[in-house]
């Protein structure tokens, strides 16, 4: 099977700009999770979808959002772009119900100057 | 919050030898999981653990759910050069609506000289 996949790999932006991401599960995983890694603060849950609905949000403000489409395939949206947005942004699929078991994607480097 | 505390932070051993790291946790978790990062990818996962006191093998990597659900520990037995990298450990509660949030660890920083 193949891997979480995540693009792009790499994204560099202004301050003010907005930006999306786009994570592809692996198949037959329904549930997407998004994470934020900087080395300040590592690694930090924003949210997960499961079945096209958001079930869980972390501590982010609502510049952060997300969707999941109807073949789980989930996208990430930061609006009004700030320096501290720089991260490694990380998309981790599951099965969805009965496993716990996340397999993370190899990640989208944002850059914002 | 959930709060993870990975000790240690870095190691720095001599290829052969066995290593060990741990985390704990100010709350209880009912699912651990250990990941290994390499520089520029995402963490790919060592070892999931479900049951308090379980001890689960993957080659030379053996780690244990502790049995007060609120640690978990990794060892790795006789250390070579590709096992440099990151290490977290992650923990979940599957219960309310925490679903897929897992709470990761600082992580702990693996260097083996040859």
């Known amino acids: 099977k193949a891997g979480v996949t995540q693009t792009p790999r790499y994204l560099i932006k202004t301050r003010g700009q907005q930006v999306t991401l786009s994570c592809s599960p692996i198949?037959?995983?329904?549930?997407v999770s998004w994470y934020q890694q900087t080395p300040g603060q590592g690694l930090q849950f924003l949210f997960e979808y499961f079945s096209e609905t958001q079930r869980n949000k972390g501590n982010f403000p609502g510049r952060f959002s997300g969707r999941q489409f109807s073949n789980s395939r989930s996208e990430m949206n930061v609006s009004t772009l700030e320096l501290g947005d720089s991260a490694l942004y990380l998309c981790?699929?599951?099965?969805?119900?009965?496993?716990?078991?996340?397999?993370f994607g190899p990640g989208t480097r944002l850059t914002v100057t | 919050g959930q709060q993870l505390n990975q000790s240690p932070q870095s190691m720095f051993i001599q290829e052969g030898e066995d290593v060990s790291m741990n985390c704990t946790s100010s709350?209880?978790?009912?699912?651990w999981l250990w990941y290994k990062q390499d520089p520029g990818e995402g963490p790919v996962l060592l070892i999931a653990l479900y049951k308090a006191g379980e001890l689960t093998s993957n080659g030379r990597l053996t780690a244990q759910f502790g049995i007060t659900r609120k640690d978990s520990f990794l060892n790795i037995s006789a250390s070579i050069p590709s096992d440099v990298g990151i290490y977290f450990c992650a923990g979940l509660y599957a219960g309310g609506t925490s679903y897929g949030k897992l709470t990761f660890g600082q992580g702990t920083i693996l260097t083996v000289h040859p």
């Open positions: 709350s209880i978790f009912n699912t």
């Open positions: 198949s037959g995983h329904r549930s």
């Open positions: 981790a699929s599951r099965v969805g119900t009965g496993t716990y078991e996340q397999y």
